[in-house]
């Protein structure tokens, strides 16, 4: 049984700078594809960023050079550091994992496939 929990989220001004964590409890972390989505109310959660279990990134060209994924296999851990903050970068923040990875789970970032899914951390971003 895989666990996710989300960590990091806070209230920032535009242009300011946030970590995310998330914990991975379960079997199978270094083989997982860990990814980050994100969701409005009302709206569809989108893709914001990923890596594989080579560490090969991917990230949404309304984030790219401004996010940057990572993983630290020694504490079972993904990161994901927000710079530059838009107003636009709002919302909730989702941890999700599916193992094993494939190149197909990252390229293009999709909700679907993923099986494991944490609870959440808020983001928001004020002008």
């Known amino acids: 049984q895989v666990r996710l929990v989300e960590s990091g989220g806070g209230s920032v001004q535009a242009g300011g700078s946030l970590t995310l964590s998330c914990s991975y409890s379960g079997d199978d972390y270094r083989g997982a594809c860990m990814a980050w989505f994100r969701q409005d109310p009302g709206k569809e959660r989108l893709g914001v960023a990923a890596?594989?279990?080579?560490?090969?990134?991917t990230y949404s060209d309304s984030v790219k050079g401004r996010f940057t994924v990572s993983r630290d296999n020694a504490k079972n851990a993904p990161y994901l550091q927000l710079n530059s903050l838009k107003p636009e970068d709002s919302g909730l923040y989702y941890c999700?994992?599916?193992?094993?990875?494939?190149?197909?789970?990252?390229?293009?970032?999709?909700?679907?496939?993923?099986?494991?899914w944490g609870q959440g951390t808020q983001v928001t971003v004020s002008s």
């Open positions: 999700s994992a599916r193992a094993p990875c494939y190149m197909t789970l990252l390229r293009p970032l999709n909700g679907k496939p993923y099986h494991h």
């Open positions: 890596i594989g279990s080579d560490n090969v990134t």
